[in-house]
């Protein structure tokens, strides 16, 4: 075929665009490896946040959310057992006023029976030198000295009395005074210790609301790589295409070739007149391979901007995670403080049980030793009673008179003896009883509290290292997720092999069109006639096809459903 015909040079122009066309499925294959190459690190990133989050899960529930059930559970117990403490100790307090006036009513019956024994000696008044002197000297000795019993006696009622007085107020005075101080403390730490407890489940929860979120998004990238691996079946059904197109333009050179040898008229009209059929079905073959093939590329673009944005809701997520178990850390410190500060109390003295027990303890001796004194002034008085009963004054009055003050005095003693030894040993009772009652209750739960104060710090620990593995965990996730993010990012900005191709394809087409101009000019000759029948007539084109879309275009374009238009670039419009 001469060169106006498209012989020689036709041939040629059509190796040249199918050497062109060649690069389609390289450059495709190329451009779905680089995607394929990262997607299962995309998956796999995301299934290994998935299983960090379940391991946190795991670890929070397995804990009591961090710990923070057995922690309140703790406070809740020293709170009640503090309450009960309060209780005990206002208890004790209030019982110490009718015990200290029973002690101020026999301290100042003793200042009272002492201003009254302060008497002159009975030997000094007798002053006669009858025969009844010696008697007289004789009892006024006894009752002398029988009085100077009783002048101990009265002061060692008095002093124990008011001893033990000052000691039960003293210390009274201290418990109420540590008591209205650590009340008003222990008020303000617990409330701040309830109120960081409940900021720590706020945190928990929404730490396992961020894993239960980090577990959804993995399952949406593993949804999203489904699709995208869904999509890269393009490029093996583009690549089986091209490669058929590729075929169908050999067939069409060599009917061409032909054409351009044979002698037969005829022959010749009818292998330009396939080959320029052949050409027009690859075109519109090749037009939409090119639509779907940039249709997939972009497709999967939008796969990658959905991973990249999942890939950045994880990035922020994981990100407020770690900041809040920063804060969790910062809590559990907290909580240690707190309780540190209860510690710190007057009521959790470690001194205070001892002293008062010591306390107790003193006044009860005091009292002992009161009531002691008390039995041995009223055996002294009932014998002072006998002897001052026979005593004979002789008319002596300033003698009667101090015999009378003396009868007055014991009369006044045993009299009121009955109700003061009753007052003493009540008074001795109520001590046992707080004593007792402080040592089996009080003591114990003093002992308690501590115990639990102590054990906290132990527990808010235990917290700390179980909230830095959730940190570490975190941290891991946060990394992969921010290469993930970075990776998306990188890989969009190499997805442009798609523009390749559309070059390449379309700057074929742009060949193919202008090759069938130079073959035929005027192509509508060419195309009367029964399509199906031609192109039965030579190797049909439709057993190239392995696809229903290719078969379809084959079809469409013999029943004769395309147009041919001639606008300066010869286009042929196949939709």
Known sequence: MEDSAGGTSIATKMDRLMSILEKVPETSKGGFSNIADHMGHFSGSFAASASRAVLIKERIDSSGDMGLHPLRKDMEQIHDEVEKLFVVLDKLIVQKSPLVKRLEKITDWGLQIEQR???????????????????????????????????????????????????????????????????????????SAEETIQSMFKEVAKVQGICTGM???????????????????????????????????????????????????????????????????????????????????????????????????????????????????????????????????????????????????????GVFQARRAMDMLIMTSQRLESISASMKTGGNNRLDSLVASIRSLVKSIIEENPLLSEELNKAVDRIQKISLSYSENTTPRLMRTNTLLRRIPLTTQQMDTSNNDLIRLFHESLVDARATSTQVTLLMAEMDFHREINDIITNVLAGLRKLMRDVAGDQTKYLDGDLHDLSGEFADLSKLYTMNSERKIHESELDGQATTTDDGGDDIELF
């Open 117 to 191: 024994a302060f008497l002159p000696r009975v030997v000094d008044q007798i002053k006669s030198q009858n025969s009844e002197r010696m008697e007289r000297h004789t009892l006024g000795s006894m009752i002398d000295n029988l009085m100077e019993q009783t002048s101990p006696l009265i002061n060692e009622i008095v002093s124990s009395s008011q001893e033990t007085r000052d000691v039960l107020e003293h210390l009274m005075k201290r418990l109420g005074t540590d008591m209205e101080i650590s009340k008003s403390s222990l008020d303000g730490l617990q409330k």
């Open 215 to 365: 577990e959804k998004r993995s399952d949406q990238v593993g949804s999203v790589v489904f699709e995208m691996v869904q999509a890269m079946q393009f490029d093996d059904i583009a690549s089986q295409r091209v490669h058929h197109a590729l075929e169908g333009l050999r067939q069409a050179k060599e009917k061409l070739q032909l054409a351009a040898t044979a002698d037969d008229p005829a022959t010749n009209e009818k292998a330009v007149q396939w080959s320029l059929i052949a050409i027009r079905i690859t075109i519109r073959q090749l037009e939409d391979t090119c639509n779907d093939l940039v249709g997939a590329i972009k497709t999967m673009q939008e796969h990658l901007a959905s991973i990249g944005t999942i890939a950045e809701e994880q990035v922020t997520q994981l990100a407020q995670a770690r900041s809040i178990t920063r804060r969790f850390h910062q809590h559990a410190t907290d909580i240690t403080y707190l309780m540190a500060g209860s510690q710190r109390l007057g009521i959790f003295d470690d001194t205070l049980s001892n002293e008062v027990l010591k306390t107790l303890s003193k006044a009860d001796s």
